[in-house]
Each structure stands twice: as structure tokens, then as C-alpha cells.
């Protein structure tokens, strides 16, 4: 593939970037021997148990940890909160909607050439990131990675497929070191492609927090400790991890039960049953079995009519008369006093599930009040408190932009090495990734903050003003703004000395 990508690079370009074929060999692995250990890669085995979990954290296989993940992300409260962490994270703009914006870097602008080619990446590939970006966010948040398959030509990225065969529970990624260096992409119980880093492209989640798994052989891990010589680190299969689902997965369960137990206590109580008594004493025979017959047919009679109500959606207005005739005694007593005692020592309320609905919440970094809850508002943050709780969707925006600005310098690289020969390293790239932010959480604590300070500075500012005026010397306002104003000792000897040095120019001025 290297011969393919290689092109005649020279000029500014050759000085300032790799060139394709030098960063291919250099950065792009064989796949021919990746995974030798198969059942792995798949959990169609397991070598050893790691030690890192127990109890409630015992470690699992990788299919059950995605499975629980997947059964977590179609739970609508958690949707709702991935959902509403992710569109904080992008943002929107208000009339195209983009999120994701290439711009040029301020000293690209002044090179034609450079400025140039951002202007045609720009062009290119927006509106391919800007399609996929909330699609790769939301399984990075689920899941802890994404993946996207690249269709590559001279001309550059022509397509990214990011669907369901790509999809993480799909893909095993490995490692050499930190660094991703080639894939495994299950396809069927025989079939498992391998892939390279230019043929599939990854978003990786920080892994913040340990999940608990099957690790690998331990005389792998041994080789991968004792190593010096990054370059000849054993390639090792990628942990689970980065999802922000995990910490949340025993709110879940908890939620998950106590609904459970409240609605099958409401369907149970929902059961209206009556208990009758038939004294066939007197009767022969043949008139009891034909008594009991006519009972039993009123009733199922009943029932059907009940049933039919039910599936058809309507209501039955007419009157249905049984008649049931007996002579003498009464041959049918009511015993419905005698049921209807659940055997319950205590009742399940809305409560215990809001309980838990709150630790969820908490969990996801979501207030309820943002998810449907609106009778929470005047409840325990008090109102407007779901916009206190923002700096925790704040900084998982942070983590998901970061995320999302390595994958898309990915797609990026991958372009410029296919359309003009070359990769720059990071900090030669004469672009920037940036995101629309006016509506999100992150945004939002930053001009906040910006507001507090600016308005800190103009009262310092102000009483600056007012302790010239008041013609005290050096050492006295360098005291007063360090111990009133809580300055730096450095930070307010300098205030002192150009306030003193202001005053007395001022000073000579009026003299003369």
C-alpha cells in the first residue's frame, strides 16, 4: 500500500511533513500475524482472571460487558442522558446545524500554500465529520470506543462508514504500548478480518476507571513490563473500558428492580377475584353437574366479553342478564371477603424508585430534571439547579471533544498522506479542530467564568482608582491590595509601584 500512497512531495510541504510512504512504514503495522490468540479476541475462550475485581466487581467477559452496555443504552433515562451529554458536548449551530468546524491557525493564513490546502480539507471532509460526529460521540460515551471503515482514493477520504458492521461490540482493537495499532473485526462464527490503522479508524475514551475483565496471558503481560524498546513491545488486545455507562451499571440494576417490583405489585393488585361457594347439598347427581356447568359457562362468559373489550379497544354498552335458577337454600355463597390479603409486610412507593432514579442520575452526571423530571425543579438543588449540575456535563463534554479531535486529526492525516503525499506531526498541523459551542455546558462554564473574572478585574480596577486618589505611598497600597484584596505579594508590589509612579507623573504635570 505504501507504493500506492507515494507521491512527488516538495516545496514547503516536504520541509514542514512526513512524507506518505516514509509515515506508513513508520507508523503502520502488519496485521498478517495480528491476534494469533484468537478465542480471545471473541470470548470464545478466556486465558486468565484478572485480579483487579471481586464481589460485585468480578471481572467478565468482554461480550458480557457490551451486552450490559447495550441493555443499559436502550433504557430511555440513560439514552435521554448520553443523548443530552453528547449534544452538550457538540453544540449546533443555529441554522446549519454543524458542529465540527477545520479552520486555519493563525500563522497558516499568512502562506497561500498552506491555507490552501486547509481550505480544500475543509471542504472535503466538514461535511462528512459533521454527519458522523454525534453517531461516534454517542458510541464512544456507550461504549467507550467508535470506529469508522475509510474509502480512500488518490483524491483523498471519499467515504467513512460508521454503521452497525463497525460497531464496537464488533471489534476488537490492539495495542502496542499506548498506541493503536491494528484490529480484528468479528464477521461471522468463522470470519474474522483484520485490518490495519489506515483501514479503520478509532475513537478511544480515556480509561478513567478499571472495568473489571478477562485479562490476557500472563506471560504476555510479563514481556510487556519487562521491555525496554518500545518498537519491540508484544501487540496486546485493547481492554474494555472508557464507557461512561460503568459507574452507573449498579443505579441501573437498582432502578431496574425496584420498577420491576413496583409494577408487578400493581399488577398483582390489579387482580379483582371473588371466591364462591356452591352447596349442592339436596341434589342429585345430574342436577349438581348441570348447576356447576351453567356457573362455570356465565363465568367464562364474562371473561370473553372482559377479553374481547381489551383487544378491541372498546367499551361494551349493553346490559347482559344471567339467569340462574335454585330452589331452596342458597346453592352459591360470596366468599370474597376471605381473599384479597396480598401477604405483604410493606408496599413498594414511587419514592424507592426515585430514589434510585436520582443515584442514576448522579451517576451520568445528568440532573432528572433535564430527562422528563420537571417535578424535580423545586426539589433538591433547588430551581434552576439542573444548570449548577452542568459543570459535570462540562467535563465530560471536555473528554468526548478530546476524544472527538484525535479521531477527526485521524481522518485528517489519512486524507492529506492519499491526496498530496504527506502527514504532518501535531504540531506542524496548519489546522484546527474546532467545535460549536454556544449552547453547550462547556461553553457555558467558561463564559461564565469569563464574566466573574472580567467583573473581578473591573472592581480591582476600581478601587485602584480610589486608593490613588487617597495619595497613600508605595509600601502601604502594596500592603493594602495584598491583604485586602487577597493579591500576590509580587502581583500587588507591582500594582503599588505603578500606581505611586502614575500618581506622581500626574502630579508633576499639574505643577507645571
Given amino acids: 500500500m505504501a507504493k500506492d500512497i507515494e507521491k512527488n512531495v516538495s516545496g514547503l510541504l516536504g520541509k514542514m511533513g512526513t512524507s506518505a510512504k516514509k509515515w506508513f512504514s513508520g507508523n503502520v503495522e502488519k496485521v498478517d500475524d495480528l491476534g494469533k490468540d484468537d478465542p480471545y479476541a471473541f470470548d470464545f475462550g478466556a486465558a486468565s482472571q484478572s485480579l483487579l475485581g471481586t464481589g460485585r466487581r468480578a471481572a467478565r467477559m468482554r461480550a458480557q460487558i457490551y451486552q450490559k452496555w447495550s441493555f443499559m443504552e436502550g433504557d430511555p433515562i440513560v439514552s435521554g442522558a448520553l443523548s443530552l451529554i453528547v449534544t452538550s458536548a457538540l453544540g449546533g449551530h443555529e441554522t446549519t446545524g454543524n458542529t465540527v468546524f477545520i479552520e486555519k491557525k493563525a500563522e497558516t493564513i499568512k502562506n497561500i500554500k498552506l491555507a490552501k490546502m486547509v481550505d480544500e480539507i475543509d471542504a472535503a471532509l466538514t461535511p462528512k465529520l459533521n454527519q458522523m460526529a454525534h453517531c461516534m460521540a454517542y458510541n464512544g460515551a456507550t461504549f467507550g470506543d467508535s470506529y469508522a471503515r475509510p474509502y480512500v482514493d488518490s483524491s483523498g477520504v471519499r467515504e467513512l462508514y460508521f454503521g452497525e458492521i463497525v460497531r464496537p461490540p464488533m471489534v476488537q482493537a490492539y495495542e502496542k504500548g499506548n498506541r493503536t495499532v491494528g484490529y480484528m473485526v468479528y464477521s461471522g462464527a468463522k470470519a474474522i478480518e483484520r485490518l490495519d490503522t489506515t483501514q479503520l479508524l478509532r475513537l478511544k475514551m480515556p480509561r478513567l476507571v478499571w472495568v473489571p475483565q478477562f485479562a490476557v496471558q500472563d506471560k504476555v503481560i510479563k514481556m510487556a513490563l519487562s521491555e525496554n524498546d518500545l518498537d519491540e513491545l508484544p501487540i496486546l488486545p485493547s481492554m474494555v473500558g472508557g464507557s461512561f455507562l460503568h459507574q452507573a451499571e449498579e ?262
Fill in 251 to 512: 443505579a441501573y440494576d437498582h432502578l431496574y428492580a425496584s420498577l420491576l417490583g413496583l409494577i408487578g405489585q400493581r399488577f398483582a393488585d390489579s387482580i379483582d377475584e371473588r371466591v364462591l361457594g356452591f352447596n349442592g347439598d339436596g341434589m342429585t347427581a345430574d342436577q349438581k353437574k348441570k348447576f356447576g356447568d351453567g356457573v362455570m359457562t356465565m363465568l367464562k362468559q364474562a371473561k370473553q366479553r372482559a377479553q374481547w373489550a381489551i383487544e378491541h379497544g372498546q367499551p361494551i354498552l349493553e346490559k347482559f342478564t344471567t339467569v340462574l335458577p335454585y330452589h331452596g337454600d342458597k346453592q352459591l355463597t360470596n366468599l370474597s371477603q376471605l381473599v384479597g390479603d396480598s401477604g405483604r409486610n410493606g408496599e413498594l412507593s414511587i419514592e424507592d424508585v426515585m430514589m434510585h432514579a436520582r443515584l442514576l442520575g448522579g451517576a451520568l452526571g445528568v440532573d432528572l430534571s433535564m430527562l422528563g423530571f420537571a417535578d424535580q425543579l423545586s426539589g433538591g438543588l433547588g430551581d434552576g439547579g439542573f444548570f449548577r449540575v452542568s459543570a459535570q456535563v462540562a467535563e465530560k463534554s471536555r473528554i468526548i471533544r478530546g476524544a472527538l479531535s484525535d479521531f477527526f486529526n485521524s481522518v485528517i492525516d489519512l486524507h492529506t498522506m492519499h491526496r498530496y503525499g504527506i502527514v504532518f506531526s501535531e504540531e506542524e498541523r496548519p489546522w484546527n479542530i474546532n467545535f460549536y459551542g454556544s449552547i453547550s455546558a462547556m461553553e457555558a462554564e467558561k463564559q461564565r467564568t469569563r464574566l466573574e473574572s472580567a467583573n473581578s478585574a473591573a472592581m480591582l480596577a476600581q478601587v485602584m482608582s480610589q486608593i490613588k486618589e487617597m495619595g497613600l505611598d508605595e509600601k502601604t497600597t502594596a500592603m493594602f491590595l495584598a491583604k485586602q484584596m487577597l493579591l500576590d505579594e509580587d502581583e500587588a508590589a507591582a500594582y503599588a509601584k505603578a500606581m505611586v509612579a502614575k500618581a506622581t507623573e500626574e502630579a508633576d504635570i499639574g505643577a507645571v
